[in-house]
């Protein structure tokens, strides 16, 4: 289940954290934004909470669960539904077992709780004070529970059960002395004393240097009743092993000199380290409890920049402690090309570091290898082989003890090492990277100026590299403003330039990496850089005239070399950094024809793809009759292996723009206003209103500059299916008007139709209801026979049309067609409109119950298909349906859900008619207040975007609650709105003049 942005997330979680508990919109935005929250913080919560919700309802199990309050929300969920609480009540259970000196069955409760913990809670969600204190609150928890699960294991003579536990907590936790105590006692029942003393002496380190402080008095004794323990054992041991001898030995050629403690070779560490703590504290951990045969060893990967080293370093630098006989570390160079160190020379340095003198390192590599492991496994040394090449330099090197870590880094991904998963680094968090600017630059000037930091820290991408180098450069011009900065660093007018120049700089570590690169990978490499999106195998392999296999092989080496970024569905993009010097490269090397074929190859495959995506919804449409024959550029790609639908293009609608951008920039026309069209019936279905306005007018733009007359004119048409929703009538006019004049000046009369249809609407929506009918009925007959099969798409405006007008009965004949129509074709998206157009005649006709049976089905539809233009109507329709059998609270649920959806998709009309029907329902279930807020809206907005009918009916229900307490200003009103609505033809005008005379004759004139 997709849980939305972050920010979404955290809603969710402060919410499962108070289960059945209304949580107040205060506490949501004080989790979310501690320090300063946006004027728009309400609104984004409320945005937040409907996502979440409309999640949920996707799901049977989850309706009715995430409820709206006053002044916030509730999770209707049990506390022992949520496994956290569960857990925790299973713990506390336990422990008062326990102190009812019931241990057999508090050890068998807390045995069954222990699955309930699946880790830190809320991992990956950004955590304000309340809920960080709740995760701190039950890690805490957790870690009693585990101790006093080991201690009953212990007191019921089950060590083998207990000691598991304890490594895992002591490995996590290593000054943790309750944990220590308990590790302690369990192997030395297990007479395993030495191991024991050995866990002492590894904690006691830890606190020395993490801490500055001693193991607490529990701890020292029982270290030293075990340390005596062993002393007195020793003599005896001494004198078997002697056989009576003075019991002298020799010391053998590999046992080290462990008195040496300076074998310090690791590079002078950062003056602040910053960010990845987590990740150092599981890498330090994790060496730390190093158990079994084998050494442990890191590998960490990422791209140039991302701090590989500085992490490497930092990890070892904490070891250093528990591992005194050396830290060691070599530069295998693995990124200079023809200067790669070989493992031989490697073994060399590493040996000289370990003070091996060098008449004793052979000259045989394999003896050198055995010299190199024998010394290791008499020490305890921490080795850093930074910049690796690829697994057979690193092999070498690694020891076969366990004496020793082994650190590794390396731009390339070591596949052929079987070592566990790596630690690859992605960039630093915006937090991180402004905290990281703030050492670089000066916390003072970074905390006078958060926003232009955080931009600053946008810009270079996040990466620690470039962070660092721009941080130096205002840490030596102390009079430099940042905002002043990142105005330099948006205009990006130096390119790369801007983070350093010579050796030290971002450019110098991408080439680095691009240097070694074949030919072809190069060229691959630097036309990635050409988009700012993504891309798919097929993408690449027709942008670079590769065979779909090439592509997807060249991809696999870039992502292994940190070059390009894999996500997990297939897609490949470029950190932006990498992207800008792909593209500095690109305009450096190849020519502007090569570019613009590239180019042109490209937008073809996209948009063959985006044909095929869409093929469900413009199959009843003939969209090649409006974008002419586009035979795909490379058939044997299409659409290559990957899956496209209409998943495909809500996952790629952002890209998808971003290609329609690219084709405008470049000024290659044709793709530009193709694709725009293309893609129109998917923005529009689901709502993206803004998303047709933006394409559009770049594709009317292009189909101008292309001399393309026909072109013009199907832009206009359906730029003005946008202006319409968004309530920009006048605009939507004067564009359907200029394409009509086009499409009669060619005499092409299936667009005569198609433009009228819409005109039709745009009538409907400003409250001609009369010319929007004869608008539609013309269109109906305007259609040429070839055409036919457009009917379906114009019955729907015919019928709405005649429903505002209150013929309900020819409303519903033509409804019934439309629905007809589409259950032949099998579009159940329009199956779903045709229902809830029926449900709504059914409401204005009293007949509530049969429109929710309807109306039902159409949202079962709408959640099938994912279109939710039109839900946004049904459901206002349906809160009217609910009112009119009584089911006020349902009928304000569903009201608050049609105006989340508008306020989602901008549809100004059906946010005119929901609150206007929120308003009846409120007066009806007796919140008179809300009701006349919810008509203020409705009418504010209805003369905003110049709906008569909606301002009357706004104006009709205030009048209605001024009856009483000011007769005279609710007449007025009714008198308005009566000047408002007989023009529009609508019925309600009766039920108007009724009122109006009814209060005439209550309130005589003077």
């Known amino acids: 289940m997709d849980l939305g942005t972050p920010k979404q997330r955290t809603v969710l979680a402060k919410l499962v954290m108070n289960p059945s508990r209304t949580v107040a919109i205060e506490e949501l935005i004080d989790e979310i934004w501690p320090d300063d929250p946006p004027r728009s913080a309400v609104p984004n919560v409320r945005t937040y909470a409907a996502n979440l919700r409309r999640t949920f309802e996707a799901h049977d199990a989850g309706r009715g669960v995430l409820v709206r309050q006053r002044g916030g929300y509730r999770l209707e969920v049990a506390t022992d539904d949520v496994d956290l609480f569960h857990f925790l009540d299973q713990v506390d259970r336990a422990r008062q077992l326990n102190i009812r000196d019931e241990p057999e069955t508090a050890r068998s409760l807390l ?297 590794i880094t390396s731009r390339r991904r070591l596949l052929d090492l079987d070592l566990g998963p790596p630690e690859s680094l992605s960039v630093l968090s915006p937090e991180e990277g402004v905290r990281l600017l703030a050492v670089s630059a000066g916390e003072e000037r970074v905390h006078a100026e958060p926003e232009s930091a955080a931009e600053i820290v946008r810009n270079c991408g996040y990466l620690p590299l470039a962070i660092r180098l721009v941080g130096s450069r205002l840490a030596h011009r102390r009079n430099r403003r940042l905002v002043d900065l990142a105005a330099r660093l948006a205009a990006n007018d130096s390119g790369l330039a801007s983070f350093g120049t010579g050796e030290r700089s971002v450019a110098a570590a991408f080439t680095a990496s691009y240097e070694p690169l074949h030919e072809v990978s190069k060229r691959v490499f630097r036309l990635l850089g050409l988009h700012t999106g993504h891309y798919c195998t097929s993408m690449v392999a027709a942008m670079s005239g590769l065979s779909y296999a090439k592509a997807g092989h060249i991809l696999d080496d870039l992502v292994d070399r940190h070059l390009v970024e894999e996500s997990e569905d297939g897609r490949y993009r470029m950190h932006d950094l990498v992207r800008q010097f792909a593209r500095e490269k690109c305009l450096e090397t190849d020519s502007v024809e090569v570019r613009r074929a590239a180019l042109a190859s490209l937008l073809d495959q996209v948009m063959q793809l985006s044909i095929v995506a869409t093929t469900s919804l413009n199959r009843l449409i003939d969209i090649y009759r409006d974008i002419g024959d586009v035979a795909p550029e490379r058939p044997d790609i299409q659409p290559g292996s990957e899956t496209v639908d209409i998943d495909w293009v809500e996952r790629e609608r952002g890209n998808l723009n971003l290609f329609i951008e690219l084709a405008a920039k470049n000024s290659l026309h044709g793709y530009t206003w193709k694709m725009a069209r293309v893609l129109w019936r998917f923005y529009y279905v689901r709502g993206y209103f803004e998303d047709i306005q933006r394409t559009h007018e770049l594709g009317l733009a292009a189909a ?62 400003v409250g001609d209801f009369h010319e929007s009918a004869d608008l539609a009925l013309a269109a109906l007959r305007d259609l040429p026979m070839r055409l036919i099969g457009q009917v379906r798409v114009h019955l729907p405006n015919v019928g709405i049309a005649l429903t505002w007008l209150g013929r309900y009965e020819e409303a519903l004949r033509v409804h019934r067609c439309h629905l007809l129509w589409a ?82 998709s901008a549809e100004r009309q059906a946010e005119c008619t929901a609150l206007n029907e929120f308003g009846l329902t409120l007066a009806a279930d007796g919140d008179i207040d809300a009701a006349v807020r919810a008509h203020r809206r409705a009418l504010d907005l209805a003369v905003r975007i110049d709906n008569r009918y909606e301002q009357a009916r706004a104006l009709a229900g205030l009048a209605e609650h001024l009856l009483g307490a000011d007769p005279a200003e609710a007449r007025r009103h009714l008198e308005r709105a009566l000047v408002l609505i007989v023009p529009t033809g609508a019925p309600e005008r009766f039920e108007i003049e009724h009122r109006l005379a009814e209060l005439k004759r209550r309130t005589p004139t003077c």
């Not at 070892?316 to 006989?325: E, K, T, V």
Request: proline share 5%; hydrophobic share 45%; charged share 25%.
């Open 704 to 765: 101008e500059q292309a001399g393309d007359g026909r072109a013009v004119g199907v832009m206009k048409n359906y730029l003005a299916s946008a202006l319409i929703k968004t309530g920009s009538h006048d605009q939507a006019v004067r564009c359907l008007k200029s394409a009509l004049v086009d499409a009669e000046s060619i005499g092409h009369r299936g667009d005569i139709a198609r433009i009228r249809g819409n005109l039709s609407v745009v009538h409907c929506l």
């Open 823 to 904: 259950r032949v074709e099998g579009d159940r998206y329009q199956i779903a409109n045709a229902l809830s157009h029926i449900a709504a005649v059914r409401t204005r006709k009293g007949e509530h119950a049969q429109a929710l049976r309807l109306l039902r089905s159409a949202m079962i539809l709408y959640a099938e298909t994912g279109h939710r233009y039109g839900e946004a109507d049904a459901r206002s329709v349906m809160g009217v349906a609910y009112r009119g059998v009584g089911l006020l609270a349902e009928a304000r649920r569903q009201h608050e859900l049609a105006l989340e959806l508008t306020g989602h």
């Open 111 to 407: 045995r069954r709780a222990m699955p309930l913990w699946h880790g830190p809670p809320l991992l990956g969600v950004p955590l304000g004070a309340s809920l960080a204190a709740d995760v701190a609150a039950a890690q805490e928890q957790h870690l009693l529970a585990v101790e006093i699960l080991a201690d009953l294991h212990l007191a019921a003579d089950r060590v083998e059960e207990a000691l598991p536990l304890l490594w895992r907590t002591v490995a996590t936790h290593p000054m943790r002395e309750p944990a220590l105590l308990l590790l302690m006692t369990a192997l030395h029942r297990r007479g395993d004393v030495t191991s024991a003393i050995s866990v002492f002496r590894s904690a006691a380190r830890v606190m020395r240097t993490e801490l500055g402080v001693e193991p607490g008095p529990d701890l020292r004794r029982l270290h030293q009743e075990m340390t005596e323990q062993r002393l007195a054992a020793v003599p005896a041991a001494v004198s078997a092993a002697s056989g009576g001898s003075d019991g002298s030995s020799a010391r053998t050629s590999a046992e080290p000199d462990t008195g040496r403690t300076d074998w310090d070779w690791l590079p002078r560490p950062v003056a602040h380290f910053v960010g990845r703590e987590a990740l150092v504290e599981r890498m330090v951990g994790r060496s730390r409890a190093g158990v079994g045969p084998a050494p442990v060893v890191h590998l960490i990967d990422g791209m140039a920049g991302s701090g590989k080293t500085t992490l490497a370093v930092q990890v070892a630098r904490r070891l250093a402690a528990s591992h005194p006989d050396g830290q060691l570390f070599v530069d295998l160079r693995g990124h200079d090309e023809g200067n790669v160190m070989d493992p031989a020379t490697a073994l060399v340095v590493l040996l000289r570091q370990l003070g091996v003198p060098a008449p004793r390192i052979p000259v045989d590599v394999d003896e050198r290898r055995g010299l190199w492991r024998r010394e290791l496994s008499a020490r305890r040394v921490v080795v850093v082989l930074d910049n690796a090449a690829d697994s057979d330099q690193v092999a070498p090197l690694l020891p076969v003890t366990a004496s020793s870590v082994i650190l």
